[in-house]
Antibody
């Protein structure tokens, strides 16, 4: 059974860089049927898609975050990662990694999610 | 950007009630819509994709319908485990979520 597990710091200072990793088990990140995504949820609020990456490195990013988001993939470790910088207090959120089904060569809906990790941005 | 509007924001219902949640998009997304259930402290769970396809393992009391700009999620007979927040998500142009509908106990 597929499992996704986020890891990274729970507390980061403003203006610094957030680095999170998602470890995938029970399936291959190199599958041609899926993209891999990051989604976040500020406390008490809704869901915001951040970006998606394919095993070959093709990426899509949320335009509203401009150039603050970068994703990478490590197929040898079956992991993918997220960087966000510079951070502000509004980046405080639960960050989820998720698997995204490919339809007609592009990513679509999210069919499997990690448990999420709370990241607090504060000095 | 495609804007998404869910209604209502909060819904009070009793066990056994038929519940309907609506999701409207600012432009046509054909059938590129999914529905998720989220419980407090948990990750969202996929219920429906392609507007009306039930995800494997999800109870048949959940159903989805619609196309274009108007979509609905229906729970045929609300069960205690169904009290949660529900989100729609479009995947026609980038990927965006509705603001959520909280289903509360009446």
């Amino acid at each position: 059974q597929l499992q996704l597990q986020e890891s990274g710091p729970g507390l980061v200072k403003p203006s610094e860089t957030l680095s999170l990793t998602c470890s995938v088990s029970g399936g291959s990140i190199s599958s041609t049927s899926y993209y891999w995504a990051w989604i976040r949820q500020p406390p008490g609020k809704g869901l915001e898609w951040l970006g998606s990456i394919y095993h070959g490195g093709r990426t899509y990013y949320n335009p509203s975050l401009k150039s603050r988001v970068t994703m990478s993939v490590d197929t040898s470790k079956n992991q993918f990662s997220l960087k966000v910088n510079p951070l502000t207090a509004t980046d405080t959120a639960v960050y989820y990694c998720a698997r995204q089904v490919v339809q007609q060569l592009v990513p679509s809906y999210f069919d499997s999610w990690g448990q999420g990790t709370l990241v607090t941005v504060s000095s | 950007d495609i804007q998404m509007t869910q209604s209502p924001s909060t819904l009070s219902a009793a066990v056994g009630d038929r519940v309907t949640i609506t999701c409207r998009t600012s432009q046509s997304i054909t059938k590129s819509l999914a529905w998720f259930q989220q419980k407090p402290g948990k990750a969202p769970k996929l219920l429906i994709y392609e507007a009306s396809n039930l995800e494997t393992g999800v109870s048949s009391r959940f159903s989805g319908s619609g196309s274009g700009t108007d979509f609905t999620l229906t729970i045929s007979s609300l069960q205690p485990d169904d009290f949660a927040t529900y989100y729609c998500q479009q995947y026609n142009s980038y990927w965006t979520f509705g603001q959520g509908t909280k289903v509360e106990i009446k």
